[in-house]
Antibody, heavy 117, light 110 residues
């Protein structure tokens, strides 16, 4: 069974930084691309970033480009999202997800990030 | 503004059928062969219910079906049940591990 568990969310002040982690199990982590998707309160899903299985290919949504850095440690089956220069509109539940063949197939339960003073 | 346009809300009575449309408004969005649909209940993770326009993952009720015509993909839910009340999102793969989501449609079962 695929299991994705996010951690690291919390309250942070505007301009601050936070690192999210996602621990994966139940599949060969290094063989799959991974992605982060967020859902701001009262709004819809927004794709944030994606990374290839090797970690060599990275892509970001324009809204986070230059502020967020996605990475992975295949030896630890862990995905990361380093977020800096956080703004109020970054407040959201952040989901870690596994992708395959152009599909987002499995999702974690999410971790809440609140950016507020 | 999303490159995929969905109605903000739809409603139907138990037993009825409803259809949610998803219209591509940008050429940056990929082929509709790669359109997927997700269901998200409050405070739950999204769940894949339709892939590649019309394929149902194992375990998804056959009351859910997908189709496409021109620039519009559609999700149809037949025999509406109270448990179908949820948010529904269309999603298109744009290549290189990037995706575009529609703004979402809130389904109310009357």
């Amino acid at each position: 069974e695929v299991l994705l568990v996010e951690s690291g969310g919390g309250l942070v002040q505007p301009g601050g930084s936070l690192r999210l982690s996602c621990t994966a199990s139940g599949f060969t982590f290094s063989s799959y691309a991974m992605t982060w998707v967020r859902r701001p309160p009262g709004k819809g899903l927004e794709w944030v970033s994606g990374i290839s299985g090797s970690g060599g290919s990275l892509h970001y949504a324009g809204s986070v480009q230059g502020r967020f850095t996605m990475s992975r440690d295949n030896s630890k089956n862990t995905l990361y999202l380093q977020m800096s220069s956080l703004r109020g509109d970054d407040t959201a539940v952040y989901y870690c997800a596994k992708s395959a063949g152009g599909l987002i197939v499995d999702w974690g339960q999410g971790t809440l990030v609140t950016v507020s003073s | 503004q999303s490159a995929l346009t969905q109605p903000a809300s739809v409603s139907g009575s138990p037993g009825q059928s409803i259809t949610i449309s998803c219209t591509r408004t940008s050429s940056d969005v990929g082929s509709y062969k790669l359109v997927s649909w997700y269901q998200q209940h409050p405070d739950k993770a999204p769940k894949l219910i339709i892939s590649e326009g019309n394929k149902r993952p194992s375990g998804v009720s056959n009351r859910f079906s997908g189709s496409e015509s021109g620039n519009t993909a559609s999700l149809t839910i037949s025999g509406l049940q109270a448990e179908d009340e949820s948010d529904y999102y269309c999603c298109s793969y744009a290549g290189s591990n990037t995706w575009v989501f529609g703004a979402g449609t809130k389904l109310t079962v009357l």
